[in-house]
T-cell receptor, first 117, second 113 residues
Framework: GAGVSQTPSNKVTEKGKYVELRCDPISGHTALYWYRQSLGQGPEFLIYFQGTGAADDSGLPNDRFFAVRPEGSVSTLKIQRTERGDSAVYLC???????????????FGNGTRLTVT | KNQVEQSPQSLIILEGKNCTLQ??????????LRWYKQDTGRGPVSLTI???SENTKSNGRYTATLDADTKQSSLHITASQLSDSASYICVVSRMDSNYQLIWGAGTKLIIKP
């Protein structure tokens, strides 16, 4: 596709439920990032993939959060036992090359707005 | 402490006018500085990326400047249009992590007809 695609655009779930958020990066982009953005704040780094592997998952807040990218393209962010504090916009971004390989711009999707009731 | 501060917090100008947004940072070691535009409900869109050696970079009606000595950057918008209404975010990356970006809080720009 022309840009980074995220689905669903909105997700409302009850506290304690499990959710999956999907990201389709730009074709050919090897690097993929997940961020979380709360209202009025800048995006907060969660995890970075280079190819299929999670090169840095230090931003994941706790073990309820997990992300995969099994074939090096589509990625899924998984949240178990959701809490109201997980409510935010979850942004996915991709870039042509990873860190240290030039200053490739990050191309962001429009995010998934997660609301935990 | 690695920080990015932007001013003003918000700005309202008339269509057709110019404006300049400011960004000060204390990030070290510095890798690059990026300006993003974020429309409400959308993901950020990259406007410019500047490394240490670049003083100015343009993208259409957007011109970014960087003074690495004073650790200041500005984004100048010329002949503003209604579609320029958005949040403009200054983002700095560290040499040791080009993706754990340090984000400013943004300037909310409103263009009035």
């Amino acid at each position: 596709g022309a840009g980074v695609s995220q689905t669903p655009s909105n997700k409302v779930t009850e506290k304690g439920k499990y959710v999956e958020l999907r990201c389709d990066p730009i074709s050919g982009h090897t690097a993929l990032y997940w961020y979380r953005q709360s209202l009025g704040q800048g995006p907060e780094f969660l995890i970075y993939f280079q190819g299929t592997g999670a090169a840095d998952d230090s931003g994941l807040p706790n073990d309820r959060f997990f992300a995969v990218r099994p074939e090096g393209s589509v990625s899924t962010l998984k949240i178990q036992r959701t809490e109201r504090g997980d409510s935010a916009v979850y942004l996915c971004a991709s870039s042509l090359s990873g860190p240290g390989q030039g200053n490739s711009p990050l191309h962001f999707g429009n995010g998934t707005r997660l609301t935990v009731t | 402490k690695n920080q990015v501060e932007q001013s003003p917090q918000s700005l309202i100008i008339l269509e057709g006018k110019n404006c300049t947004l400011q960004c000060n940072y204390t990030v070290s070691p510095f890798s690059n500085l990026r300006w993003y535009k974020q429309d409400t409900g959308r993901g950020p869109v990259s406007l410019t990326i500047m490394t240490f050696s670049e003083n100015t970079k343009s993208n259409g009606r957007y011109t970014a400047t960087l003074d690495a000595d004073t650790k200041q950057s500005s984004l100048h918008i010329t002949a503003s249009q209604l579609s320029d209404s958005a949040s403009y975010i200054c983002v700095v990356s560290r040499m040791d992590s080009n993706y754990q970006l340090i984000w400013g809080a943004g300037t909310k720009l409103i263009i009035k007809p």
